[in-house]
């Protein structure tokens, strides 16, 4: 199966409501999604793994996906984390 | 228009009024709003308490066609749910054993995403084990 994976740097914290984006938006992929920041990473399915990182503006997450649609899974995301945490919340 | 494939709703039981309302209302922002999320707190009167009237109601509005899990507060608002499962053979219902605040979150955002009932319960049940720190 094919795998992707792309960082990006926030550009605000990781609040709940982008979190939650980021998790409906996993949802609808077929493909195993997970987000790492620092040492950890979390299934991006979980609303709550993703809001435990406790990600930072300024810090790096990477966003990896495993499955039949790896590759627009993680531009989804990353482009929901460039959005979402521009604005906060 | 694009098909929308129905969603699993979400019932949110609670002694109190205003903690059902305002779980709810943080479930659906986080959640996007794009699913149901029906709050029953409190008795018919609105004192502290719950209502088998109330979460009735809050069944039928969240039933969507995919199924609707229901989460609570406390042990006796269970005992109000449970009683009341029985009586309402048309709909497709679960009863979750979650953390209220988080299982509400976690199902919620996880049936906006499109999830079945048994993926929902399961993910407001994984919620016992989301740290914080």
């Known amino acids: 199966m094919p795998a992707s994976s792309e960082s990006i740097t926030l550009s605000g914290d990781l609040h709940a409501?982008?979190?939650?984006?980021?998790?409906?938006?996993a949802g609808r992929f077929a493909s195993a999604v997970s987000v790492s920041a620092g040492t950890r990473t979390v299934d991006a399915k979980s609303v709550l793994g993703i809001m435990g990182l406790g990600a930072t503006s300024g810090q790096q997450v990477t966003v990896s996906a495993d499955g039949p649609d790896a590759?627009?899974?993680v531009a989804a995301l990353i482009?929901?984390?460039g959005d979402?945490?521009?604005v906060g919340g | 228009m694009p098909e929308v494939e129905p969603q699993v709703g979400i019932v949110l039981v609670s002694h109190s009024v205003l903690l059902a309302d305002g779980?709810?209302?943080l479930a659906a922002q986080v959640s996007g709003g794009t699913v149901t999320v029906a709050a029953a707190g409190g008795t018919d009167d609105g004192g502290?308490?719950?209502s088998a009237a109330k979460v009735e109601r809050a069944v039928r509005r969240a039933d969507g066609g995919a199924g609707v899990l229901v989460l609570a507060d406390l042990g006796s608002a269970v005992l109000t749910v449970r009683a009341l499962l029985g009586d309402?053979?048309?709909v497709t219902v679960a009863l979750a054993d979650a953390p209220f605040v988080e299982g509400a979150?976690?199902?919620t955002v996880t049936a906006a995403g499109g999830a079945d009932l048994t993926a929902v319960a399961k993910a407001a049940e994984e919620a016992w084990h989301a740290r914080k720190l």
């Open chain 1, 17 to 25: 409501r982008p979190a939650g984006a980021v998790a409906v938006a």
């Open chain 1, 71 to 73: 590759a627009e899974a």
């Open chain 1, 79 to 81: 482009t929901i984390l």
């Open chain 1, 84 to 86: 979402a945490t521009r």
């Open chain 2, 23 to 25: 779980a709810a209302d």
């Open chain 2, 48 to 50: 502290l308490g719950t």
């Open chain 2, 88 to 90: 309402l053979p048309d």
């Open chain 2, 105 to 107: 979150v976690a199902a």
